[in-house]
């Protein structure tokens, strides 16, 4: 905690001094001595673990930087077991070997070993041991600067891109502006457009903010009310006949609003956060005319008066406080809401947790006087209410000029070497191809999308790799599958990660995954999470069901989200159309709060989605070796209209174990197009009974 309330000094020039290249980064050895003491422990920034090798000479441990880069120094934190000659080599292809430094007179301890020489690859070379044991490294630390020092290095900070709209109350033709973007945005689903429209500390008279598509509205101040407009931040659904099911890829972030006639509408359906956000009056969260809409999420924000959710069919809301909650339809679930219904499910609908067992807020761009700085805020645990509705935030201030900022037509190279050097990423608003996945190899992070900034990869590859360290923070931005398959899109660890995260773990915030709609794009599975303790708040994983590129075997993705690290906790978990499952989770002591799906609804026919004996892919389900699993708020719903008489075992899947508990569930047959037979494994009735009627059938508790 105490780390979490340290502000980052000024850095002039983030990119001109030697910076730790090294940690988190890939890393082999020539031996390993037992299970406990892998070869990353020496890079992962822990002085309490180490790698160690056999109990032999000539033992080596080599670093891939990633990309070529100005070596400076190398720093040998010894265990006991140390060296009495070694060399530290230096290669540009990780076979040939050039020597920049050796000695025959290790003393053990912490040694500092200052070198020239470019090079991607490092390696400590045992000549001669100092003891009877193996060679045993607590941390091995390269510094240097990227780009392999004959280059300019990438300057931080830097103008923000003609997509951002930075206001302030003094500038001219503020509605008129918002009113263009929003003609350009309102219906285009699968536009390239993408804009950030972000408000200086002050008030702001007579505003209607329409947010369209891939729009982001937001404060500048490092609390909500800093920046209060009186009017609207609004959103409905005239474009598409009244029905907000579609209204998707859009937030409102940090903002005070003080609405023109007591009330704020915000119809809204997936990928579409509410965040931090102040409302002087109350909400609605459904389209003028209460047209179908499709849930949707709010956290770290006050509504003074209440929210009515009318036509909503699920919604979570975290760490808030409200004024009142006026009904339920199928799926309402709450944690951490100062005032919140009392949990009632299943009739009314309400699933209500006094407090979220951890959270972090999403960080967020702000103004401190005339300077950019990203916020982080701190993790709570056991959390109730808003992160800044009393005294200061608690949190970490970094400032731009630590940042690359990311603008359309940067490529994976330059991020990579941005990232190498040391820098986080701020992407502006626009569409990244990335021919190589995008490897955030160090701890703490930040990679930050403004104006729903969205990454597609070519060629198959992965978009974004996160490496087995502490306190990374995604947000903000869509990965959008590329037409050659993927393996994965976004993966938060490597296989087998097993380091501890659980005091700074990473994050990932308003990060949407979609295959199909803006074309065809393909991948096996969407979002892979292998680090242990990771916190996933607010996902839309969708696998389109409209739009181009959509077809059965065309948009082809089997699974949504898998999970196989320990501790992981979901909050606000939407994951829809997977040919296959849509949720699997591996990992022990993993929890989610609310869950939204819906099945694919193009299967063509019942052998397309038979799994063996069982009929369909559950979606959700938790593997059979998992002993312990505890989920709130979990709803599935059918819509098999290409063969209405398809029929799903189960919507959710799960061991019979006294650890493995479920609470509030339900399924739901849209308009009696295909049926599920049971809610949870055989135990829950039958949606057939319902027809039509979109009745759900309900589970309390499992077991």
């Known amino acids: 905690m105490l780390a979490g309330l340290l502000t980052l000094a000024p850095h002039a020039s983030a990119a001109a001094d030697p910076v730790l290249l090294s940690q988190g980064k890939p890393v082999t050895a020539s031996s390993q001595e037992h299970y406990g003491t892998p070869a990353k422990d020496a890079v992962d920034g822990d002085n309490a673990t180490r790698w160690s090798s056999a109990a032999s000479d000539q033992q080596w441990l080599q670093v891939d930087l990633g990309a070529s880069a100005a070596i400076g120094a190398v720093e040998l934190r010894w265990e006991a077991a140390y060296a009495k000659a070694y060399r530290i080599e230096l290669s540009a292809n990780g076979t040939d070997w050039s020597t920049a430094y050796s000695t025959t007179d290790g003393h053990g301890g912490t040694e500092t070993v200052n ?17 009877g044991y193996g060679y045993s490294l607590w941390e091995f630390k390269v510094f240097g600067t990227a780009g392999g020092g004959g280059g300019p290095t990438l300057p931080g900070g830097g103008d923000l891109g003609p997509n951002v709209h930075v206001i302030d109350p003094a500038t001219p033709g503020i509605q008129d502006k918002l009113d263009q973007v929003f003609r350009e945005q309102e219906s285009a689903q699968f536009g390239s457009g993408r804009h950030a429209f972000l408000f200086k500390p002050g008030t702001y008279d007579n505003i209607n903010a329409q947010i369209g598509f891939y729009t982001q509205i937001a404060g500048l101040g490092l609390k909500p009310d800093d920046t209060t407009f009186n009017g609207d931040v609004t959103v409905d659904a005239g474009w598409f006949g009244g029905n907000a099911t579609q209204n998707f890829w859009r937030s409102a972030e940090n903002l005070a609003v003080k609405p023109v006639n007591g009330t704020n509408r915000w119809a809204v359906s997936q990928a579409a956060s509410f965040r931090r956000m102040h409302v002087k009056g109350g909400l609605n969260l459904a389209p003028a005319g209460y047209g179908w809409a499709s849930g949707g999420y709010i956290a770290d924000s006050r509504i003074d008066g209440t929210v009515g959710p009318y036509s909503q069919q699920q919604w979570y809301t975290r760490d808030s406080s409200i004024g009142g909650w006026t009904n339920s339809v199928w799926n309402m679930t709450f944690s951490g809401v100062e005032g919140a219904p009392a949990n009632a499910f299943p009739e009314p609908r309400y699933t209500t947790l006094d407090t979220t067992p951890v959270s972090r807020e999403k960080p967020f761009l702000y103004l401190d006087g005339n300077e950019y700085k990203v916020f982080a805020p701190a993790k709570r645990t056991n959390a109730r209410g808003t992160t800044w509705a009393n005294g200061t935030p608690q949190g970490e201030s970094v400032p731009l000029d630590r940042f690359y900022v990311v603008k359309p037509g940067a490529t994976a190279a330059t991020i990579n070497s941005a990232l190498a050097q040391g820098l986080h990423l701020l992407f502006t608003p626009g569409i990244y191809h990335v ?13 930050l999308g403004l104006g729903l900034a969205t990454i597609i990869p070519d060629n198959g590859v992965t978009a974004m790799k996160v490496a087995d360290v502490d306190g990374v923070k995604l947000a903000g931005f869509l990965i959008d599958a590329g037409p050659v398959n993927s393996p994965t899109l976004l993966e938060v660890g490597p296989a087998g990660a097993s380091a501890d995260h659980a005091a700074n773990p990473t994050t990932v915030q308003d990060v949407y995954i979609r295959v199909g709609g803006a074309g065809a794009g393909k991948a096996t ?8 303790d990771t916190i996933v708040d607010h996902t839309w994983v969708w696998r389109a069901d409209h739009g181009e590129g959509v077809g059965w075997e065309t948009n082809r993705a089997d699974y949504g989200v898998r999970v196989t690290g320990d501790d992981v906790l979901a ?3 939407f994951v829809e159309h997977f040919n296959k499952y849509d949720v699997e989770w591996y990992g022990e002591r993993g929890k989610t709060v609310f869950y939204q799906n819906e099945k694919a609804y193009d299967a063509p026919d019942q052998a397309a989605i038979q799994n063996g004996s069982t009929k369909g892919y559950a979606a959700y389900r938790v593997d059979d070796s998992v002993t312990t699993h505890e989920a709130w708020g979990l709803g599935s719903y059918c819509y098999y209209n290409v063969d209405p008489t398809i029929r799903q075992d189960h919507g959710f899947k799960a061991p019979v174990k006294p650890g493995v508990k479920f609470h509030s569930l339900l399924t739901v047959s849209l308009g009696g197009n295909g049926h599920y037979e049971h809610v949870i494994n055989d135990t829950g009735a039958s949606t057939v009974p319902a027809g039509t009627s979109t009745v759900p059938s309900t589970v309390v508790s499992y077991p």
């Open 571 to 573: 909050t606000g978990l």
């Open 115 to 131: 070198i020239t020489g470019t090079a991607r690859y490092v390696r400590m070379q045992g000549v001669s041991r100092a003891t």
């Open 435 to 447: 021919d190589r996945s995008i490897d955030v190899n160090r701890p703490g992070t930040i990679v």
């Open 525 to 532: 599975t969407s979002m892979v999470i292998n680090s242990d």
